[in-house]
């Protein structure tokens, strides 16, 4: 198993140095610079531009560029070029406020839609089952910016509750409990929105895998032997039909971080997502490179959990 573990991580440091390379040239390719060295900028000089041009080493070839960002990454001197902050402390903070939604987002997920999945799959073209299937499918067409503006009217105009930000303002002298359900509400309406395409797909691949084990042979001898049917399902069936489900734990943080960009924007959560958003749009260089990196991390940290994982439970891999 130490083997194994070491090898993965030594396969995923050379790919995340690909992914680097690939992240630097495509960003640096692209049309336009950074607005800080817009020379379009009437106030800004030919002299002024060169300086912080170099300054910046925007000057150097692209190899050159990138061996700067990787020496000031490591040694923590990349600053942004939006307003001259440590880049790492400003994705660190972004990263601690957007934990919260990620972690939320992925319970939802999944003790949602394995139940869901499980009843569906035991239930098999019952009421249930295509109800479920009619409301999986449609959340799944439905873009989830658009259900997330109508769940935004829908609380302010009929309700008249907020739900843009990390909290309400002016609940500042407010008692502590009710400053805590404010701070809860307000994560878990974000973290309902993230969740819901991914709720939808995974019921789906649930009720799926469990008709496929549902009826082997080893189910029938449990179910002979006098098991429980509750014992049967869960501790027999769905062990065995877990197995693809543990792969698809680290494939699903990419789309969680990606759908972070949309969610975090639209309901105003101060975390990566929007960070990424708002650097993209000032062409700030150094923190949408570190923003890709660091999601390259978590993305590959995701996928070798989920290797470890599939090891532990199905033996078969260690050989």
């Given at each position: 198993m130490i083997n194994f573990i070491l090898r993965n991580i030594w396969q995923r440091i050379i790919l995340l140095v690909f992914i680097s390379i690939i992240s630097h040239a495509v960003v640096h390719l692209a049309?336009?610079?950074?607005?800080?060295?817009?020379?379009?900028?009437?106030?800004?000089?030919?002299?002024?531009?060169?300086?912080?041009?170099?300054?910046?080493?925007?000057?150097?070839?692209?190899?050159?560029?990138?061996?700067?960002?990787?020496?000031?990454?490591?040694t923590g001197e990349l600053k942004s070029f939006k307003d001259n902050q440590p880049v790492?402390?400003?994705?660190?903070?972004?990263?601690?406020?957007?934990?919260p939604l990620f972690i939320v987002?992925?319970?939802?997920?999944?003790?949602?839609?394995f139940p869901v999945g499980?009843?569906?799959?035991i239930n098999r073209d019952s009421k249930f089952d295509r109800t479920s299937t009619f409301i999986s499918y449609a959340l799944i067409s439905f873009p989830g910016y658009f259900l997330a503006y109508l769940l935004i009217i829908f609380m302010v105009k009929t309700f008249n509750i907020p739900v843009i930000g990390m909290r309400t303002f002016g609940l500042e002298?407010?008692?502590?409990?009710?400053?805590?359900?404010?701070?809860?509400?307000?994560?878990?309406?974000p973290a309902l929105m993230s969740a819901i395409a991914g709720v939808a797909v995974l019921s789906r691949y649930v009720r799926s895998?469990?008709?496929?084990?549902?009826?082997q042979d080893y189910m029938r001898t449990a179910r002979a032997k006098g098991l429980p049917e509750d014992q049967v399902i869960y501790h027999h069936g769905l062990r065995n039909a877990l197995l693809p489900f543990i792969t698809m734990f680290g494939l699903m943080i990419p789309g969680?971080?990606?759908?972070?960009?949309?969610?975090?924007?639209i309901f105003a959560w101060p975390?990566?997502?929007?960070?990424?958003?708002?650097?993209?749009?000032?062409?700030?260089?150094?923190?949408?490179?570190?923003?890709n990196f660091f999601a390259a991390v978590l993305v590959l940290l995701g996928t070798l959990i989920s290797d470890v994982l599939y090891a532990v439970a199905d033996p078969r891999i260690k050989f």
């Open positions: 049309p336009g610079e950074p607005a800080l060295v817009d020379p379009s900028n009437p106030r800004m000089k030919a002299e002024d531009v060169q300086r912080i041009r170099a300054a910046y080493h925007l000057d150097e070839p692209i190899h050159i560029q990138y061996i700067y960002w990787v020496r000031d990454l490591f790492m402390e400003k994705i660190w903070g972004k990263f601690l406020n957007s934990l987002s992925m319970m939802i997920i999944w003790f949602l839609a499980i009843e569906a799959a002298e407010a008692p502590l409990l009710l400053r805590s359900m404010d701070r809860v509400w307000h994560l878990t309406i895998q469990m008709l496929e084990v549902i009826h969680l971080i990606g759908g972070s960009v949309i969610f975090e924007t975390g990566m997502g929007r960070l990424g958003f708002e650097a993209i749009l000032a062409r700030d260089f150094p923190v949408i490179l570190t923003l």
